[in-house]
T-cell receptor, first 112, second 115 residues
Framework: EAGVAQSPRYKIIEKRQSVAFWCNPI?????LYWYQQILGQGPKLLIQ????????DSQLPKDRFSAERLKGVDSTLKIQPAKLEDSAVYLC??????????FGPGTRLTVT | QKEVEQDPGPLSVPEGAIVSLNCTYS??????FMWYRQYSRKGPELLMY????GNKEDGRFTAQVDKSSKYISLFIRDSQPSDSATYLC???????????????FGQGTTLQVKP
């Protein structure tokens, strides 16, 4: 069974630029999550989708972050414009039930 | 107060040692408890999860939950250099008897097992 796929793996941008990350969840997993992991911290949920509907985006900085999940499968997370404090690893996870989540390898973003 | 707290370490042990990793949590509604292992530059990988109080064993790993003291532990027996990683405890956010799916993570403990 293929795992959660993410791309790109690494991205370096300057502040005020925009960036987009892509996630393909495990086949059949209805729930998709985006987490932000700052160096030395545990992951923090940004947004949770159930199929293509948003369940929780309370921690998403909506003035600069946006996410969508078209057709209830793949998802993209966008940051525009990026700030220095957005430097982090962006993790995508998926699950069948609201308990066990499987994570992708993450995208490491550096904002200079 | 963070909902899940974990000593970041680092923790360094010799190969073959028994390792004890611990977390505390504040929300008494938490029901499921997970341990994830994260190697450098990789995503978290689920090691074990337990429901409510008690022990669960899987090979060299034992997860223990004490809900009365809100304490979560992961024991690694006969530790190997390949166990060197960051260990994250987590629990799904819970309200009453249901959980939302949103995982609340501890900070992670970095473990180094020296040959």
């Amino acid at each position: 069974e293929a795992g959660v796929a993410q791309s790109p793996r690494y991205k370096i941008i300057e502040k005020r630029q925009s960036v987009a990350f892509w996630c393909n969840p495990i086949s059949g997993h209805a729930t998709l999550y985006w987490y932000q992991q700052i160096l030395g911290q545990g992951p923090k949920l940004l947004i949770q989708f159930q199929n293509n509907g948003v369940v929780d985006d309370s921690q998403l900085p909506k003035d600069r972050f946006s996410a969508e999940r078209l057709k209830g499968v793949d998802s993209t997370l966008k940051i525009q414009p990026a700030k220095l404090e957005d430097s982090a690893v962006y993790l995508c996870a998926s699950s069948q039930a609201a308990t066990v989540q499987y994570f992708g390898p993450g995208t490491r973003l550096t904002v200079t | 107060q963070k909902e899940v707290e974990q000593d970041p370490g680092p923790l360094s042990v010799p190969e073959g040692a028994i390792v004890s990793l611990n977390c505390t949590y504040s929300n008494s509604a938490f029901q499921y408890f997970m341990w994830y292992r994260q190697y450098s530059r990789k995503g978290p990988e689920l090691l074990m999860y337990t429901y409510s109080s008690g022990n669960k064993e899987d090979g060299r790993f034992t997860a223990q939950v004490d809900k009365s003291s809100k304490y979560i532990s992961l024991f690694i027996r006969d530790s190997q250099p390949s166990d060197s990683a960051t260990y994250l405890c987590a629990s799904p956010e819970a309200y009453g008897s249901s959980n939302t799916g949103k995982l609340i993570f501890g900070q992670g403990t970095t473990l180094q097992v020296k040959p």
